[in-house]
T-cell receptor, first 111, second 113 residues
Framework: DQQVKQNSPSLSVQEGRISILNCDYTNSMFDYFLWYKKYPAEGPTFLISISSIKDKNEDGRFTVFLNKSAKHLSLHIVPSQPGDSAVYFCAAGSGTYKYIFGTGTRLKVLA | DAGVIQSPRHEVTEMGQEVTLRCKPISGHDYLFWYRQTMMRGLELLIYFNNNVPIDDSGMPEDRFSAKMPNASFSTLKIQPSEPRDSAVYFC???????????FGQGTRLTVV
């Protein structure tokens, strides 16, 4: 029973273009969502978050969109850079519920 | 603060042996999490602690797995006996609150042969 799903295991994008990573969840109790980035041989690092009271949060080149009715969130990276090549995990949880991570999407930004 | 520190970085052991993974969380963080990363399941939460007390261990796969947090600055994850299917990268993470971002260690790559 996967409560958080990242259906695209991998994604390739040209440098300078937009990268869109998607995440779906099933538990309506989730009210806080995060994206992490992971480089090989390192631990995941926090990238950006959004709470359910918002539908968009922006931080520089990174924007997370939340569609509560569809139980869907997405991470947009504009413009994509080669250094963005990594595995991206989305996670969902709440103040009283443990975070559940997706299986990750491997992004490759082509120079 | 140096961040979350895990040891060892790599561990190779024979099937049946006991394995102990160690973690030092960020000072002041009240929550500590143990995760396992595999290709098939991504990052699975095994167990988490709040103020050194285990809160949810429902992700621990079997009784062969156990975790302790004797004080605020140290936690262990033990596998006894280890099996080849336990081979994975194990991460420890800590956070201030339940609904804030967690900071991860660099992980321990465990190989059971």
């Amino acid at each position: 029973d996967q409560q958080v799903k990242q259906n695209s295991p991998s994604l390739s994008v040209q440098e300078g273009r937009i990268s869109i990573l998607n995440c779906d969840y099933t538990n309506s109790m989730f009210d806080y969502f995060l994206w992490y980035k992971k480089y090989p041989a390192e631990g995941p690092t926090f990238l950006i978050s959004i709470s359910s009271i918002k539908d968009k949060n922006e931080d520089g080149r990174f924007t997370v969109f939340l569609n509560k009715s569809a139980k869907h969130l997405s991470l947009h990276i504009v413009p994509s850079q080669p250094g963005d090549s990594a595995v991206y995990f989305c996670a969902a949880g709440s103040g009283t519920y443990k975070y559940i991570f997706g299986t990750g999407t491997r992004l490759k930004v082509l120079a | 603060d140096a961040g979350v520190i895990q040891s060892p970085r790599h561990e190779v052991t024979e099937m049946g042996q006991e394995v102990t993974l160690r973690c030092k969380p960020i000072s002041g963080h009240d929550y500590l999490f143990w995760y396992r990363q595999t290709m098939m399941r991504g990052l699975e939460l095994l167990i988490y602690f709040n103020n050194n007390v285990p809160i949810d261990d429902s992700g621990m796969p079997e009784d062969r797995f156990s975790a302790k947090m004797p004080n605020a600055s140290f936690s262990t994850l033990k596998i006894q006996p280890s099996e080849p299917r336990d081979s994975a990268v194990y991460f420890c993470a800590s956070s201030l609150l339940m609904n804030t971002e967690a900071f991860f260690g660099q992980g321990t790559r465990l190989t059971v042969v």
